[in-house]
């Protein structure tokens, strides 16, 4: 799982709103961007909720950063996006036909534990900033 359009519209988003160094408007991005708009909302606000954005309404509101693009972590942004925490492998979606009968009894269950341990520190460490600066 780990990325989808989701992640990718928002960091997309992200881009955009940091390059304009002020409010940006959801319709501007979906235009620049060529985002389905109610998609975009949807990631926008759960940008927000996370608290990554802040919504400023009015003629001249739209969405601006509330984290310095070098504290704001890929992880975090994904989570926010997704609505879920970032998963490579989402063993939770499989439960019912698990053939072991239990998450986390399989052989492979270590493996994917250290795995995902290693994703989630990568993520944590890359910055917004990293991202679209260096």
Do not use: W
């Amino acid at each position: 799982m780990l990325l989808t359009r989701a992640s990718e519209y928002a960091l997309l988003s992200l881009e955009t709103i940091v390059k304009a160094n002020g409010a940006v408007g959801s319709e501007q991005i979906a235009k620049e961007l060529n985002i389905p708009k109610s998609f975009l909302a949807k990631i926008l606000q759960n940008l927000t909720k996370s608290n990554i954005l802040i919504s400023i309404r009015g003629a001249q509101g739209g969405y601006s950063l509330n984290i310095d693009p070098k504290e704001l972590s890929l992880y975090d942004i994904i989570a926010a996006a997704e609505g879920k925490k970032p998963a490579v492998f989402d063993c939770i979606a499989y439960s019912a036909t698990c053939p072991n009968g239990a998450i986390g009894t399989c052989a492979i269950s270590p493996f994917l534990a250290k795995f995902q341990f290693k994703i989630d520190a990568y993520l944590k460490n890359l910055t917004l900033h990293e991202i679209f600066y260096e």
